[in-house]
């Protein structure tokens, strides 16, 4: 897979899957932007590891819900790389697991804010110099939890599924100017955040739940960058308006197990 010459922004891209995102993408030769919020030394960190994978990589403080400074980021990227090829919409936050009756609307304006608008302005602000290239692709990270909508999930399943519109809407839209979008909808990964969640949740540690996943082990931030990778390469051009599930087969083994 070689992204030569190609550069990609990816929004949440110096910490858990939007790292493993970053380092796939640089290694297949694309030069690397990313955002942040707050976790400046993570993402000096990822930039100094793409740096010393022999790619260019640049990271920029800014809040994906703020328009402003989204606009601001990706005119620092193209002043710094002449353009935008990739847009990963990548960056999320959890939800607090509150069911439906205790959940604060304030919560539905956060989860929904960082997951669904955030992935509208970096999208709008990436498209007018995408079109100008003669391919462009536009990924968005979602999660089985829009399949699923298990319950004390409101805000997280909310915002993934607006999310998931944008990208099929914009798959449509954008067809004609040679640009493919596509979602990858994932199940537990190795982050920071899903150590989190399996504590939180089953009480154990992820190793612990390891045997019981597909294949003997949990999702690595790397699968997914190697399939973001694979979609951005010439093997993958042909794929576009699609919803992924990279999961293992999970979501195929749930379905064995009802029949």
């Known amino acids: 897979m070689d992204l030569s010459g190609r550069v990609a922004i990816v929004t949440g891209g110096s910490r858990g899957v939007g790292r ?7 290694r297949a030769g694309a030069r690397v932007a990313m955002n942040y919020r707050k976790d400046e030394a993570s993402a000096r960190q990822t930039v100094a590891d793409i740096q010393a994978l022999g790619s260019q990589a640049l990271a920029l403080p800014a809040d994906n819900t703020n328009p402003a400074q989204v606009r601001e980021m990706v005119s620092r990227v193209l002043d710094t790389f002449g353009k935008v090829d990739i847009l990963v919409n990548n960056a999320g936050i959890a939800s607090k697991g509150n069911w439906v009756i205790d959940t604060e609307f304030r919560e539905i304006e956060r989860v929904v804010g960082t997951h669904a608008y ?27 939890g829009a399949l699923d909508c298990p319950p004390r999930y409101l805000p997280y399943a909310m915002a993934k599924l607006a999310m ?51 294949f003997g082990r949990v999702c690595q931030p790397e699968d997914v960058g190697n399939l973001c990778a694979f979609l951005c390469s010439q093997k993958g051009e042909y794929l576009s308006g699609h919803i992924i599930h990279l999961d293992g087969g999970g979501s195929v083994r749930e379905l064995v197990r009802r029949d």
């Open 20 to 26: 493993g995102i970053s380092l796939a993408l640089a």
């Open 118 to 144: 955030g992935a509208f302005h970096f999208t709008q602000a990436v498209l007018p110099s995408m079109r100008q290239q003669p391919r462009g692709d536009i990924h968005f990270i979602s999660s089985r």
């Open 164 to 214: 998931e519109a944008l990208a099929l809407v914009l798959a449509k839209e954008e067809l004609q100017h040679n640009i493919r979008v596509n979602i990858i909808r994932l199940g537990l990964v190795e982050t920071d955040m899903g150590r989190r969640l399996v504590k939180g949740t089953v009480g154990a540690d992820i190793e612990d739940i390891s045997a019981d996943m597909p």
